[in-house]
């Protein structure tokens, strides 16, 4: 019966999010797509990082670390998830992190994801140093 119980809540805790906005302060940066704003782990929807285990992925994520780290940012969920986080659209004072990123040479657009949204605003830069990842 404990069992059942404990089920039931995982299965109903996980939509919880879905579709929703959350707000609050941003504890940890793991790369430049990925934040964690009041313990939720946030995927930003439509963004092509490169990987920390690149030295053009380490600056990206020291960017996103001075650009958010301890600020407090607004993230509208779209209720999809990639592996532990919730995929999302997060705003600092009410611009677009993704797109503050990508202006800034360390993203680019992953238009499977974004209809394109950021797609004009990549570097030349940018496009010459990261690798656009293949399910973009």
């Known amino acids: 019966m404990?069992?059942?119980?404990?089920?039931?809540s995982l299965l109903f805790a996980a939509p919880a999010l879905a579709d929703?906005?959350?707000e609050g302060r941003v504890t940890v940066v793991r790369d430049v797509d990925t934040i964690v704003v009041a313990g939720t782990p946030v995927r930003l929807n439509g963004l092509d990082g490169p990987e920390t285990s690149t030295r053009i992925g380490r600056d990206a994520r020291a960017f996103m670390v001075r650009l958010v780290r301890g600020e407090t940012v607004v993230c509208q969920l779209n209720g999809e998830?990639?592996?532990?986080r919730w995929v999302g659209t997060c705003f600092l004072d009410g611009q677009d992190i993704a797109a503050i990123a990508v202006t800034n040479g360390h993203a680019l657009d992953c238009q499977r994801y974004s209809g394109g949204r950021y797609r004009g605003l990549e570097t030349p830069a940018a496009r010459s140093r990261i690798q656009r990842a293949g399910y973009c």
């Open 2 to 8: 404990i069992w059942k119980a404990m089920f039931f």
């Open 20 to 22: 929703r906005t959350i």
């Open 81 to 84: 998830r990639t592996y532990d």
